[in-house]
């Protein structure tokens, strides 16, 4: 079993930057793909970003998520976390931390999942 916890969201300014954290425990999360999804209020879950087992290989929403996102893991640490800069009020949403055997950009192939953190971007 692997728990997840997400840390870091909260209220920013557009245009300004948040930095999530993952923390993992139970057992290492070396093996899993991690990924990071949001969901607003009445939307579906999206992916925003993931990263392989090695941090080798990065995946992003969309190119606008690509440019101001950036996924980063820390094996040693347990640990993944996810930049956003340039952020938008759309970027509004809970944020959601998941672990799965393989990098993918649909939720369902993630086994894990975090209680999600609130991230809100408003003037």
């Known amino acids: 079993q692997v728990q997840l916890v997400e840390s870091g969201g909260g209220w920013v300014q557009p245009g300004g930057s948040l930095k999530l954290s993952c923390a993992a425990s139970?057992?290492?999360?070396?093996?899993?793909?991690m990924g990071w999804f949001r969901q607003a209020p009445g939307q579906e879950r999206e992916v925003v970003a993931g990263?392989?087992?090695?941090?080798?290989?990065?995946?992003y929403k969309d190119n606008s998520a690509g440019r101001r996102f950036t996924i980063s893991r820390d094996n040693a640490k347990n640990t993944v976390h996810l930049q956003m800069k340039a952020m938008k009020p759309e970027d509004t949403a809970v944020y959601y931390c998941?672990?799965?055997?393989?990098?993918?950009?649909?939720?369902?192939?993630?086994?894990?999942w975090g209680q999600g953190t609130q991230v809100t971007v408003s003037s």
């Open positions: 990263v392989s087992w090695n941090g080798g290989v990065t995946y």
């Open positions: 998941a672990a799965g055997r393989y990098l993918d950009n649909v939720a369902a192939t993630y086994e894990y």
């Open positions: 139970g057992r290492t999360t070396e093996d899993y793909a």
